[in-house]
């Protein structure tokens, strides 16, 4: 019989969903402490304060905390960078990605510990980031950024362009994060990827018989 991962109740009360905030952030606090390993519904329910019963009711096991914590970390995080999508009126493309990747570049810097946790869990399949609803919000705000600047960006092909970029954009922003080398300022690595993702936006596109 298949274990389920999903959560069994969705909170419908203040008090309920309260209930399912501390548990999440007991989840979170375990999850940067201890790793995905030793985290467990036991240890989760004496840090939130409630009993392990009480936890059962909305999670059935350790999976399903880890993925609903992802997916309320992801959404947060696209809400807050959903703001700096909202076109400026006479912004140059540079300048809207200046803003956005510096934005990104704040956005996985609050709470790193959790996001390095939570991406750890995302490389072992702990949590289903393909069909991650707050990733695809991401390529929309993308995508409707490129569209917005369609007289500068030279790809043709929209939808290829948001692609890149998004991969691009978020492999780099993790590596200054994580793997940035001594005398490699968090500033200049972001002026170096708004730099990098312009020149190829507004590249030439060359001539591909395969298409």
Do not use: W
């Not at 809207?96 to 709470?111: E, F, K, P, Y």
């Not at 929309?140 to 917005?148: C, D, F, G, K, P």
């Amino acid at each position: 019989m298949k274990t389920s991962i999903e959560p069994r109740k969705a909170p419908r009360q203040a008090r309920s969903q309260a209930t399912v905030d501390a548990i999440l952030d007991a989840t979170a606090r375990i999850l940067v402490e201890r790793g995905h390993a030793t985290t467990n519904t036991n240890l989760v329910a004496e840090r939130a304060g409630v009993s392990v019963g009480s936890l059962y009711q909305y999670f059935p096991n350790k999976i399903a905390l880890i993925r609903a914590l992802h997916e309320r970390h992801a959404r947060e995080m696209t809400l807050a960078l959903e703001r700096e999508f909202r076109p400026r009126d006479g912004e140059t493309l540079h300048a809207a990605l200046t803003r956005v990747i510096g934005a990104s570049m704040h956005a996985h810097q609050v709470d790193a510990d959790l996001h390095r946790a939570l991406e750890q869990c995302e490389e072992l399949g702990l949590v289903d980031d393909a069909h991650d609803k707050a990733h695809a919000k991401m390529y929309l705000l993308v995508r409707e950024m490129l569209a917005a600047h369609r007289d500068e960006v030279m790809i043709t092909n929209l939808d290829l362009a948001a692609f890149m970029m998004i991969q691009t954009v978020h492999a780099l922003v993790h590596a200054t994060l994580r793997e940035r080398p001594a005398g490699v300022s968090v500033k200049a690595a972001t002026r170096e990827i708004v730099r990098l993702a312009y020149a190829y936006l507004t590249a030439r596109e060359a001539e591909d018989s395969a298409g």
